[in-house]
């Protein structure tokens, strides 16, 4: 599991590192391929609204099995980008890629909310290692791929993995692939009362999770001085301390309750972006990668058995899925947001901005339900 999640995040790592030559291979600008993401990313998040009812009704590994396999066979339409108006063919494989790698989240974390009894944090944090670590080494090995064959291999060569995934994957789970009766939709998992405190919860951290995503490197360099190698070497120092902050998360959250974690994780992203803005460099970037880093990916598997434990196992998928949409796809919105108080304010009305939306969930955090076990068999 934890292989598929970074294999369903490592086929939208693949093209950053290799942009320039994409760029110049389809004679596009920079306006027509930030257009063409944009809309993958988008199709991402909302196709998790179909997913998690899929998995529901279907049977969870039967949907990820999909997901990988043709996720990953979409791949290979890349390789038709010479043969016609190459923009049109990379924005075809781009999109048909999200849409099926859209099925995997909900499906994945149904499945480990379903599967272990107890330790329903600690499995949700471990996932999330997975996915982490794909991010972390996706574009250096993208890079070197689509370097010495091609951008378009790079983009094979992770679809292959994809594919060779799915069939280890229907082995491994062989007979287990088990239909949920009268499973669960949309509007089911929302007439859920307690999951609405939650889901207000994520959004918020979706607001300053995808403001930060984009716009922190660029905030170390144009308003702390960091030179551009640095300020990306710092954001996957994000990365690699939110590794073991997954874990640690997941762990905690085994023993002392996810609203705990939730508490303590928000508190810790809010006090890393305060951090940023008013310590001088290097102690509040510092401060901001430690603190930022193990709290936002520690706060991922809390969150995710508690929505697990105040759900019917029927609509885990349904639920899941609006969450991944919440966070995602709403969340989105903070990018836009963002841009524009850094154009007219400049960039450190933005992230203030950011610090808002983490001070928000930090208030809501205190008011979550309390639940650390489910007893449903």
Request: glycine share 12%; charged share 10%.
């Amino acid at each position: 599991m934890g292989a598929a999640h970074s294999l369903n995040h490592s086929l939208f790592v693949i093209t950053s590192p290799l942009l320039t030559l994409i760029l110049v291979s389809l004679g596009t600008d920079w306006l027509t391929i930030g257009t063409v993401s944009t809309a993958a990313s988008f199709i991402y998040g909302v196709g998790a609204l179909a997913g998690g009812p899929l998995g529901d009704r279907i049977g969870e590994v039967k949907a990820i099995t999909i997901a990988l396999a043709l996720a990953g066979a979409s791949t290979f339409i890349m390789l038709l980008s010479g043969i016609t108006t190459g923009i049109v063919i990379y924005a075809l494989a781009l999109i048909l890629m999200a849409v099926f790698a859209s099925l995997y989240h909900p499906t994945a974390n149904s499945l480990i909310s379903k599967s272990f009894s107890g330790r329903m944090s600690e499995a949700m944090g471990l996932h999330g290692v997975g996915g982490t670590l794909g991010v972390m080494s996706t574009p250096t090995a993208a890079y070197f791929i689509g370097a010495a064959f091609g951008w378009q291999w790079a983009f094979v060569a992770f679809g292959v993995l994809s594919i060779a995934l799915a069939l280890v994957f229907i082995r491994v789970f062989r007979g287990t692939n088990v239909r949920t009766k009268n499973g669960g939709t949309i509007l089911d998992a929302l007439k859920i009362r307690e999951l609405w405190l939650l889901l207000i919860f994520n959004v918020a951290v979706g607001l300053f999770m995808k403001g930060v995503e984009l716009f922190f490197p660029t905030y170390l360099y144009e308003n702390r001085g960091i030179n551009q190698a640095l300020a990306a070497i710092a954001y996957t120092a994000v990365l690699a301390a939110g590794v073991p902050g997954q874990w640690i998360g997941g762990k905690t959250a085994d023993k002392i309750g996810s609203k705990k974690v939730l508490i303590a994780t928000s508190a810790g992203v809010f006090l890393s972006l305060i951090s940023l803005l008013l310590f001088p460099a290097p102690y509040g970037i510092l401060a901001f990668i430690a603190l930022y880093g193990v709290s936002f990916y520690a706060h991922q598997p809390a969150l995710n058995s508690l929505a697990g434990f105040l759900s019917p196992q029927n609509q885990r998928g349904a639920v899941y899925g609006i969450f991944f949409f919440t966070s995602f796809g709403i969340g989105s919105l903070s990018q836009f947001m963002a841009g524009y108080m850094a154009d007219v304010y400049g960039l450190d009305a933005a992230f203030y901005l950011l610090a808002a939306f983490a001070l928000i969930a930090l208030i809501l955090s205190f008011k979550l339900p309390k639940k650390t076990e489910n007893k449903e068999k």
